[in-house]
């Protein structure tokens, strides 16, 4: 089965992992690819990038108003997160890296020994806030407050 990947093209979704799967499920948001070495390893598939559009302050302004603790500024939306040590830090980074690259958005970190600040703008859209940024800034919330540091 081939989906719309970026740019609209179509591509077997079994292509981007580079490996023989037994199963496939798709719909229209997302795929499951089962085999002997991945299970139930879910990857979004962006259909046209229309979430990357630029947000309109007003736009930010509402949907910031459900993500406590975020702000905007500077074009950009920021939140810091604090933790018992470093190393619960540094973790915290590397829970997220699979879901960062998976969504093809990779937040500026800045990280201060026991705090981390995730800015989040997409430079592929002039360095503008788009829906992604907050499906980022919703992801980290739910991983922070779920944690088992």
Known sequence: MKVPARGGQACD???ILGIPTEEKVF??????????????????VYMENEDLRVLAPKEISKKIADCPGWIYADNKISKQFEFDSFLQAIEFINLLTPFFERVD??????IYY?????????????????????????????????RDM
Do not use: C, M, W
């Not at 719909?27 to 070495?37: E, P, Y």
């Not at 806030?129 to 779920?146: K, Q, S």
């Open 13 to 15: 979704p079994s292509s």
């Open 114 to 146: 026991k705090k981390i600040v995730f800015d989040l703008q997409r430079f592929s859209a002039g360095g503008k806030v788009t829906e992604r940024d907050f499906t980022v800034a919703r992801e980290i919330d739910r991983l922070y407050e779920n």
């Open 105 to 110: 958005h990779h937040a500026d970190i800045h």
């Open 27 to 44: 719909d229209s948001k997302s795929f499951v690819i089962q085999n002997t070495k991945i299970t139930h390893l879910k990857f979004s």
